[in-house]
């Protein structure tokens, strides 16, 4: 188990360790990460293309001259009732770059991962879930290298938390469920922090470890499907199931229908809208390109990202109460002066440069007719922008909870 501090991280089976703080935030800027080499600029014809990228010695081929056309996109936010936590971010300094981090109860329709049900289906050199597919398609890989950004995030929302594994005023709950698990990180740090309660977590794809406390257990399951649990739970869990749920109010609603009463919800979710407060992203940077085209593939896709901002609506709507929702800026990288604010960054430059292919490969190629060249070109230009200090941008982490009556 590797030591962060206060949160308690997990080295998976078979896969790397989170790095540790420590290596972020050295005094000399240093980590023994090898820096990023600038990545190519694209091609005029290619969608992302815009002024003043980075240069490379070995360029990537061009791509191709038929790309799709973006959509004009009206930016969506917070509802009224939402509370931003950390409204106004101080800028540290306009290096171009970031030094600090490199480039890169069983039911009927469940299965244990203890089962055969362990392939996979590999396109374009990723890993992805084969368990219901055609049926309830997923974008994401389930492979290590997309494992690895999941549990990335797990540290970064634990700092963006305060070290918390979720906000709800529970006090000691029975028994957990954990929807689209992931890699079980967060059920095997609840199963620690709450030893008399059982931690039961759901995903379309086996990628959990096999040893795992004694009080929680992973089953392999289509949360869109209709449960039937044989017991009821006071504390379900949502975590970055964005663009994976074409109907969320019913999923809510089964959430309140399996929830004992007065037992809770919790969600995090993040938008993929990055803005900035003092007009340094522009709407021409590969950052808003990135915005705006992933909207467009997933409402093509049938599970918009910005539905973010209507969940707590639909929460709402399918019963719950004393709903509390707050909305933080996670900056991009280690661009603000705030020492908390500025690792949040360093890890979030991390967890965009280390997922960035596994989120948009699918959807690009799939969805909006790329060739894989394109793809990976656009993707080089992305993180080449994420790493722009003299851009202060972030994007928005939504954390709601709620009551069942």
Same mark, same amino acid.
């Given at each position: 188990?590797?030591?962060?501090?206060?949160?308690?991280?997990?080295?998976?089976?078979?896969?790397?360790?989170?790095?540790?703080?420590?290596?972020?935030?050295?005094?000399?800027?240093?980590?023994?990460?090898?820096?990023?080499?600038?990545?190519?600029?694209?091609?005029?014809?290619?969608?992302?293309?815009?002024?003043?990228?980075?240069?490379?010695?070995?360029?990537?081929?061009?791509?191709?001259?038929?790309?799709?056309?973006?959509?004009?996109?009206?930016?969506?936010?917070?509802?009224?009732?939402?509370?931003?936590?950390?409204?106004?971010?101080?800028?540290?300094?306009?290096?171009?770059?970031?030094?600090?981090?490199? +480039? %890169?109860?069983?039911?009927?329709? !469940?299965? #244990?991962?203890?089962?055969?049900?362990?392939?996979? =289906?590999?396109?374009? $050199?990723?890993?992805?879930?084969?368990?219901?597919?055609?049926?309830?398609?997923?974008?994401?890989?389930?492979?290590?290298?997309?494992?690895?950004?999941?549990?990335?995030?797990?540290?970064?929302?634990?700092?963006?938390?305060?070290?918390?594994?979720?906000?709800?005023?529970?006090?000691?709950?029975?028994?957990?469920?954990?929807?689209?698990?992931?890699?079980?990180?967060?059920?095997?740090?609840?199963?620690?922090?709450?030893?008399?309660?059982?931690?039961?977590?759901?995903?379309?794809?086996?990628?959990?470890?096999?040893?795992?406390?004694?009080?929680?257990?992973?089953?392999? +399951? %289509?949360?869109?499907?209709?449960? !039937?649990? #044989?017991?009821?739970?006071?504390?379900?869990?949502? =975590?970055?199931?964005? $663009?994976?749920?074409?109907?969320?109010?019913?999923?809510?609603?089964?959430?309140?229908?399996?929830?004992?009463?007065?037992?809770?919800?919790?969600?995090?979710?993040?938008?993929?809208?990055?803005?900035?407060?003092?007009?340094?992203?522009?709407?021409?940077?590969?950052?808003?390109?990135?915005?705006?085209?992933?909207?467009?593939?997933?409402?093509?896709?049938?599970?918009?990202?910005?539905?973010?901002?209507?969940?707590?609506?639909?929460?709402?709507?399918?019963?719950?109460?004393?709903?509390?929702?707050?909305?933080?800026?996670?900056?991009?990288?280690?661009?603000?002066?705030?020492?908390?604010?500025?690792?949040?960054?360093?890890?979030?430059?991390?967890?965009?440069?280390?997922?960035?292919?596994?989120?948009?490969?699918?959807?690009?190629?799939?969805?909006?007719?790329?060739?894989?060249?394109?793809?990976?070109?656009?993707?080089?230009?992305?993180?080449?922008?994420?790493?722009?200090?003299?851009?202060?941008?972030?994007?928005?982490?939504?954390?709601?909870?709620?009551?069942?009556?």
């Amino acid at each position: 188990m590797a030591d962060f501090g206060k949160g308690k991280e997990r080295q998976r089976e078979g896969g790397p360790a989170t790095p540790a703080v420590d290596s972020l935030t050295a005094g000399d800027g240093s980590t023994g990460v090898e820096s990023e080499t600038a990545a190519p600029a694209l091609p005029s014809t290619n969608p992302s293309a815009s002024a003043g990228a980075p240069q490379d010695s070995e360029r990537a081929p061009a791509a191709s001259t038929n790309s799709t056309e973006l959509p004009s996109e009206t930016v969506q936010g917070p509802a009224p009732t939402a509370q931003l936590v950390n409204p106004l971010v101080l800028v540290d300094s306009t290096d171009d770059t970031d030094s600090a981090l490199g +480039d %890169d109860d069983a039911i009927s329709d !469940t299965t #244990s991962i203890a089962s055969s049900i362990h392939k996979g =289906r590999f396109e374009n $050199g990723r890993r992805y879930h084969k368990y219901r597919e055609g049926e309830n398609d997923y974008w994401g890989p389930n492979d290590e290298v997309q494992n690895d950004q999941l549990d990335i995030a797990h540290h970064m929302f634990l700092i963006l938390l305060d070290q918390k594994l979720h906000l709800a005023p529970i006090k000691d709950p029975k028994r957990v469920l954990d929807l689209g698990c992931g890699t079980g990180i967060w059920c095997m740090d609840m199963a620690d922090e709450y030893p008399g309660a059982e931690i039961l977590g759901v995903d379309l794809s086996p990628i959990q470890p096999q040893f795992t406390p004694p009080n929680c257990k992973f089953e392999i +399951d %289509d949360v869109t499907l209709p449960w !039937t649990y #044989s017991q009821s739970f006071d504390f379900i869990n949502i =975590r970055s199931l964005y $663009g994976s749920i074409g109907d969320w109010p019913a999923l809510y609603t089964q959430c309140y229908d399996n929830l004992e009463s007065g037992g809770y919800l919790h969600e995090l979710e993040m938008s993929i809208q990055f803005k900035s407060d003092d007009g340094t992203l522009t709407k021409d940077h590969v950052l808003s390109t990135w915005s705006d085209l992933f909207h467009e593939a997933s409402e093509r896709f049938g599970k918009s990202f910005y539905e973010v901002w209507n969940l707590s609506t639909y929460i709402r709507n399918a019963g719950f109460v004393d709903v509390e929702e707050r909305v933080y800026k996670v900056p991009v990288n280690g661009w603000p002066a705030d020492p908390h604010m500025k690792e949040l960054g360093r890890w979030n430059l991390l967890h965009i440069t280390q997922g960035a292919e596994g989120w948009g490969l699918y959807l690009l190629t799939k969805v909006m007719g790329w060739s894989v060249q394109e793809a990976q070109i656009f993707f080089a230009k992305f993180r080449a922008g994420v790493k722009e200090r003299k851009v202060h941008a972030y994007f928005e982490v939504v954390v709601i909870h709620a009551r069942k009556p």
